[in-house]
Each structure stands twice: as C-alpha cells, then as structure tokens.
C-alpha cells in the first residue's frame, strides 16, 4: 500500500509538473506567435522563428508524447487527446499563408488583426485545456488516495489474520523439520563432507518426491561426473608419464594403443604410421582381425587417409553415408575416429580408434591422448634416426667402426658365455689405391659402396658386416667354426670379384683373415689382433686369398690394428685409410 501510495504520489507530481511545463510552453509559442504579426525586422523575425519552431515547437512535442504515454489508454487521455488536437490546429494555423504573410509584413491591419485574434483563441484553447487537465488529474489523485485508504484497512485486516495463520503453521512447520528435513539435511551435510576429502565413491539415498529428493539425486549425479572426471585425469596422467619412459618409437606406439583400448571398453585402436620415404602409411600396431584394414593399408598413400590429408581428425559413422569418405575407414561396420599425429604442422601418421558408438568424452581421450602422444614419438624417431646415422657409414650403408667395435665386444661376451665360437673376418680391399689414383675418388666410393651391398645381401640374419677402415671391412659370424667361417669367407672373396661397376673395367679382390673365439683367441682384442695378422699373412702371400690364422699359442707380431678394448676407438679413426698397416 505504501508503494503504490507513493507511486500515485509521484506520478502525480511528475504528470502535474509536465502540464506547468507544458502551460509554459504553449504560453511561450503564443508569444512568440503574436510577436511575429507583423514583423518587417528581418534580423527579428529570424530570431523569432528560430526561437518557435527549433526549441519552443519541439518541446511541446516531446511534453505531449510523454504525456500520452504516461497516461496510456482510459477516459483520462481524453484531454490528452482534445489538447493534441488543438496544439496540431494551432501548429497548421503557424503555417498558414496568411500568417506566413503577416509575418513577413506585407498584409493590411485588417488582416493582421484577424491573425492576431485567431492565434489568440487557439492558444486560451490549449491553456483552457490545460487547466482542465491539472483539474482532472487533481480529481484522480484525491480519488486514487481515498480508495488506498480503504485498501489499506482491508489490509491491516487480512495481515491479523494472515498472522495468526503463520504462527500456526510455523509450529507445524518446526515440527515437520526437526522430525524430517533436519536429520536429511545433516545426511546431505555428512555427504558433502565425504565428497570434499575426496571420497568420491560415496553416494546419497534420497526418499520422498520433494526438493530435497532432487537435490540429493542432483548431487549424486554431481559426483559422478566428478569421479568419472577424476578417473579421466587420473589415467591421462598415468598415461603421460608412462610415455615419457618409453624407450623407442615401436613401445610408444604400442603404449598408445592399449592405454586408448583400457580406458575406452570395446575399442580398438590402431597406430599408423609414414615410412621413412614418407610415401607410404604402414601400420605400427597390430590390426583388426577382420583384415579389411590390412587389405585397404597395403600400399596405401598418406593422403589415402583424411585425418593426414587434412591434418584435422576425422570421424566415420557406421551406416552414415558421408559426402566425404575415408579409403581406410569407411563404410566399415563400427564406427571411427582417426586423430592425426601432428607435430610442428607436420603429419607424421593417424591413430584410428573404431568401435560401435563413440561419446564425446571418447572424443576428447583420443584427442588429448594422441596430442601428448605426438611430439614424443617424433623426439623418438629424431634419436633413432640420429643413432641410425651415427652408427651408420654413410657411404656403403653398413655400421660404422664405432658400431662394428660395440657389436665385436658384446658378440664376443655372449660367445663365451654360450660356449659358442665367434669367428672375426676381416677384409681389406686390394690395391685401393690404385683404384683412387687411376679412377678418382669417386669411382673408388662407388668400389666400397658396391663392396657394402654386396655385404648386406650375402650374409645371414645373425651375422653382421661393418666397415672397419678406409677400404678394410669386418664380418662377424656367430657359431661358426674356423672350416665354416674359410668357407663363408671363400664364398665372400668369389662374390666379391664379381661385382661389376659400370665404366670400371678392373677386378675387385680383396684379402681376407679369419680368426675364431675361442681357438685363437681368448678375449675380443686378441681375435682382432689374430685376425689382422692372418690378413697381413694373405697379403704378403700374393692378395686375393683367404688366410686363417695362426694357433692362438703360436708368438703373434706386432700390432698394426687399432687397439680393441673396452672403450670405443676414436671417431677419426673410422675412415682412415689401412695403407699405413698393410701393403695395398
């Protein structure tokens, strides 16, 4: 009540203060009006008209709207409406020709006179109408207050009864509470606590269909996705620091492959990758067993894929025919997700995870799993490529001296721990010299490159073949006796003389000394010493021959070979030239 008191209060007083204003206004136009009638002082006229039409005209247009819409539809817009009437007829009158005329000074006194009185008769109009308007609402504000009054009686009334109603029910309300809702509320308050230690196992029990119900089924339901978020977190987290330990690229991708298969129940998941060409994608993990991949995968280009080609993921539905369809993954009979491997705006391979229906949260596993997953087998396949190539001669493609000398001393320390015997070749191209002074150096690469081929495609699985020098070679054999490695050291020898290089019309022989672990050594650095001196004894008995050496207590010669022992040789020595050790 004392509200709306107020409120009539102020609506009054604002309606009541705009018609002052408005009076005032009205008053102001018919001044100026009269003013103008006649007026030959053009400077005066101008002041005059300006002063009318762009402040007093518009302002009398604003207060009416404002007016108009306060007041809003009812009998009491009528004066409103007959004042808006008026002022339009009076606004037409200021625009006539004849005032226009008069105006302007041209018109007789007669005319003027006439003027003089009709913009006076329409001007008392709108005050008339004014004055009834403050009388009007004047009424309304005395009626508007007496009925407050009375409502204000029935008000007090109803508030006593109101009153006395409340303090029943709030007995009844403090007894409803202390036997119901306060125990369910402590219940909640327990859970909540359980929860913030982190005990997220927990659940409410909610009974009854009312809002305490709902909200004990609403924090159930909190928690759940709280504890389902914590799950995620948790084995992402195992995850990454899982992959931070992993050792090469292929324990990465099979990491990869079960952590997504563990956290996504049904799914399987399969890690592709590029070749080192980059031509070509290969599987890096096991495939479905369906075998449509497989199929689809055999010589299957990178951009074959649609998560390589655009480096973005993509997503297959089963029974969804795609504008767009994946050549690996679609039309498949489960559903897919193919997330690329994306590193530094380089694809360098996809992962696919299919299974019948994959969620959103599904999604973001994949999503989030192949991004941590990525730069690390990158850095993976960066060291392993690095390794590759410092343990590699680049010109012949077989392990370099540091390789060949790591492989020696643990080929060697398994021998003696089977009680297999190890034997050591070694090989030094004949007359190599000769071949760069004639042919250049470049026909002689072309010589050791041919001789490093020619290595790697006679040789078994187990054995192993390094260059050891400029043009002298290693070849390791396990298990194998002193007949066997003359034999395989003769099959060497005649594959060797028939290599053929184009524009290069000399033989290429080399000579060959064969040593066994344990007949002729005891240790890797005796064998190597062993080896050397029986390929010094076939280069002194004509080149071109296999020779074995000596009985391990027969007096060995001088060293002429790079000291074999527990520590790499030095990294200048893997391309110095034998000349030095042994006549070429």
């Known amino acids: 009540m004392k509200s709306e008191a107020q409120r009539l209060y102020a609506d009054s007083a604002v309606n009541m203060q705009r018609l002052a204003v408005l009076r005032a206004t009205f008053t102001e136009a018919g001044r100026v009006a009269l003013q103008m009638i006649p007026t030959t002082d053009r400077t005066r006229l101008a002041e005059l008209r300006t002063r009318l039409y762009n402040f007093t005209v518009p302002e009398a247009d604003r207060l009416l709207t404002a007016l108009r819409e306060e007041l809003g539809p009812g009998p009491g817009t009528l004066p409103v409406d007959q004042m808006i009437t008026y002022w339009q007829g ?31 008769k329409a001007w008392n109009a709108l005050e008339a109408t004014v004055v009834q308007m403050q009388t009007d609402l004047a009424t309304r504000a005395g009626e508007g207050y007496a009925r407050i009054e009375r409502e204000y009686e029935q008000s007090q009334r109803n508030i006593t009864l109101i009153i006395a109603a409340a303090l029943i029910a709030g007995i009844g309300g403090v007894v409803w509470l202390i036997r119901d809702v306060v125990p369910r509320i402590q219940t909640y308050s327990r859970f909540a606590a359980d929860v913030a230690d982190g005990q997220l196992g927990v659940r409410l029990e909610p009974t009854g269909s009312d809002e305490l119900s709902e ?14 978020e914590h799950d995620y977190d948790t084995t992402q987290a195992e995850f990454s620091r899982a992959l931070q330990l992993t050792k090469n690229e292929s324990e990465a991708h099979q990491l990869l492959k079960r952590h997504l298969e563990r ?65 690996l993954c679609g039309d498949g009979a489960s559903s897919s997700r193919c997330e690329p491997l994306l590193v530094g705006g380089e694809v360098i ?29 990158a850095n993976l396949r960066n060291l392993a490529l690095a390794e590759h190539r410092a343990l590699t001669d680049a010109l012949t493609g077989l392990p370099n001296q540091r390789a060949s000398h790591d492989t ?11 009680l297999d015997p190890l034997a050591v070749v070694l090989i030094d191209l004949d007359h190599f010299k000769q071949i760069n002074d004639l042919y250049g150096h470049d026909k002689g ?7 490093g081929a020619m290595f790697a495609a006679s040789l078994r699985a187990s054995d192993f073949a390094g260059r050891f020098g400029g043009e002298e070679f290693l070849v390791l054999l396990p298990g194998t006796s002193s007949r066997e490695a003359k034999g395989v050291a003769e099959h060497l020898r005649t594959a060797m003389s028939a290599i053929t ?13 064969v040593a066994v672990l344990p007949d002729h050594a005891p240790d890797a650095a005796t064998l190597v010493r062993q080896a050397d001196r029986a390929l010094y004894l076939a280069k002194a008995a004509g080149r071109d021959r296999v020779h074995i050496a000596a009985d391990a207590h027969a007096p060995t010669p001088a060293v002429r070979h790079p000291r074999i022992t527990g520590a790499a040789p030095d990294a200048t020595a893997s391309t110095a030239s034998t000349a030095d050790r042994h006549p070429s």
Do not use: W
Request: glycine share 6%; net charge neutral.
């Open 90 to 120: 009076f606004r037409a009158l200021l625009n006539s020709p004849t005032v226009l005329a008069t105006a302007s000074g041209t018109t007789d006194t007669a005319t003027n006179d006439q003027m003089v009185e009709q913009v006076s």
């Open 215 to 228: 909200l004990g089924h609403a924090l159930n339901r909190m928690v759940e996705r709280r504890a389902a």
């Open 263 to 327: 956290a996504i129940p049904g799914a399987t998941a399969v890690v592709l990758i590029r070749n080192n060409s980059a031509d070509r994608l290969q599987s890096a993990t096991l495939l479905p067993d369906d075998g449509i991949m497989a199929e689809r995968l055999a010589g299957a280009l990178p951009h074959t894929c649609l998560a390589v080609r655009f480096a973005q993921p993509n997503d297959e539905i089963a029974g969804h025919d795609g504008l767009l369809r994946c050549d």
């Open 349 to 377: 391979g996809a992962v696919v995870v299919q299974r019948s229906q994959l969620a959103e949260q599904n999604k973001r596993r994949i999503t989030e799993s192949v991004v941590h997953a990525a730069p690390v087998l």
């Open 408 to 418: 020696l001393l643990r080929m060697a320390a398994q021998s003696c721990r089977a």
């Open 445 to 451: 690469d072309e010589v050791l490159a041919a001789v």
């Open 501 to 513: 290089i184009p524009h290069f019309e000399r033989k290429i022989t080399a000579s060959f000394g």
